[in-house]
């Protein structure tokens, strides 16, 4: 990043910079957010940690484009279609902007609902106390539908979840409800035998570390403290502080609003109980990280949360899965080669057809249904209005799979105008997992700013 990128002193300011470099080179330009906003790196800033899960947008790049005039202004509504837990519905709010969002997983959807709603802080204390006395007062209890159950957690702890889980059931539904609801989900896994480093559920095996490794010891450590652990406490904790991050948002304006209207990005209806469309050019910007190609399994690394909360009771996760773009379970039927109307990819993808099938149905379905969702979001941006997209390359059987190029290319055919590129070395382990052993980690993001 060149260290002159830090001397401006409002992020208009950057902005004119970007497009006016990007305009003599047509080249990508180096930026790290971190640099720019360095006492966003270490803060548990707002509501942000209210709830773990996997590839994260980082905060400082909607704070960058929402805290910014040149892209929209206080008042206007910002869409996030695919919104994952709400990382851009916050900002947008925090900056004074109206936002709308739209996801696929449901438990995400819930995160972020609650992650920017406005609740009394005394009303949650006492509430909290009261599902804490009630839950340990309870002699029955019935265990909601979760996959592997005994596999995932110790018969006292399964005993506990479900007392909770029931306090939890018998509140009055409303945003207090969700709150609750949220903080138990954050629970679950933190009480399982899952692997907290890894988001697909993996169990905690100290045999796959050399015997007295410290790895080792920390890991049978670990198995016993979950084997004792009080999970009302744990419970109150994760509450107490999840409340005090509520709280910090108590300031936000109630002009301001915040909804998710959809599951599914490539039809962004006005709400989740209706079926009419948003309206075209009804929205002023749009803000999103939308899913890699094969990348993260969403579905299942929120296989234990979705169970404990009823989630998967009307749909299982096979379904809940493949309403993901992106996502990887095909049968074999399924497999045919594809091609997507975009020369650069389509001649990648006879090649990929020809080493590894699977894959490459892979990555050009994700391809196919990234352009009906980028039909429907330009669809509904009103003219003039800016399409900022972050996201990733990976590899794809040895091969880079140049998603940005590709989403780049398509865009241009819609007639928007490319901006600036920029790019964002990752510094978090969120996305750096690698998939499979045809696929590569993804180490760093693009960011592609359009206007309409």
């Known amino acids: 990043m060149d260290k002159g990128l830090l001397e401006y002193k409002s ?33 548990d800033r707002y509501t ?6 996997p590839a994260k947008l980082l905060p400082h790049i909607p704070y960058f484009f929402l805290n910014n005039t040149y892209f929209s202004k206080e008042g206007e509504t910002v869409l996030d279609p695919f919104c994952g837990t709400g990382t851009v519905l916050l900002e947008a709010n925090l900056s004074g902007r109206n936002a709308l969002g739209a996801d696929a997983n449901p438990l995400a959807r819930k995160i972020a609902s609650v992650k920017t709603q406005k609740l009394d802080k005394q009303k949650l204390d006492k509430m909290l106390l009261s599902i804490i006395h009630r839950a340990k007062l309870f002699r029955k209890v019935e265990f909601p539908d979760v996959r592997n159950r005994e596999f995932w957690f110790p018969e006292q702890t399964q005993i506990q979840l479900a007392k909770i889980r029931r306090a939890i059931v018998e509140l009055p539904n409303g945003k207090y409800k969700s709150f609750f609801e949220v903080c138990f989900s954050n629970c679950v896994k933190k009480v399982s035998y899952a692997d ?46 999840n409340i005090t991050r509520v709280n910090n948002i108590s300031h936000l304006s109630d002009e301001v609003t915040s909804k998710v209207i959809s599951e599914n990005a490539k039809i962004l209806t006005t709400s989740l109980s209706k079926t009419s469309r948003l309206g075209d050019g009804s929205i ?17 690394s929120s296989s234990l949360n979705l169970g404990w909360l009823g989630l998967t009771i009307d749909e299982d996760l096979k379904t809940l899965d493949q ?30 057809f020809k080493k590894n099938k699977l894959r490459a149905y892979i990555v050009g379905n994700y391809l196919l249904e990234m352009k009906t ?37 398509y865009i241009l055919s819609k007639e928007l105008d490319l901006q600036f590129k920029l790019i964002d070395d990752i510094k978090s382990y969120g996305l750096m997992t690698k998939r499979n052993k045809t696929a590569d980690i993804i180490s760093r993001e693009w960011i592609l700013v359009l206007k309409k």
């Not at 697909?200 to 016993?224: A, H, I």
């Open 11 to 43: 992020n208009e300011k950057l902005t004119e910079f970007l497009i006016k470099e990007y305009s003599k080179t047509n080249q990508p330009i180096a930026i790290s957010f971190r640099d720019l906003y360095p006492s966003m790196n270490k803060s």
């Open 48 to 53: 942000h940690l209210i709830h773990a899960y």
């Open 196 to 241: 907290p480093r890894i988001a697909v559920p993996v169990k905690l095996n100290p045999d796959r570390f050399e015997k007295n490794s410290e790895q080792y010891k920390k890991v049978k450590k670990r198995l016993l403290e979950l084997n004792s652990l009080d999970i009302f406490e744990k419970y109150k904790s994760i509450c107490s502080e």
């Open 284 to 300: 002023d910007m749009i803000l999103t990280s939308p899913p890699y190609a094969g990348a993260q399994k969403y579905i299942r």
């Open 323 to 352: 309403k993901s773009i992106g996502r990887e379970n095909y049968l074999s039927s399924e497999l045919k080669e594809v091609k997507v109307g975009i020369k650069s990819a389509d001649e990648l993808l006879e090649i990929l």
């Open 373 to 409: 969702a980028l039909d429907e979001s330009i669809r509904v941006l009103k003219n003039g209005g800016y399409l900022v997209i972050v996201v990733g390359n990976n590899k794809v059987c040895d091969i880079e799979f140049n998603t940005q190029e590709y989403l780049t290319e």
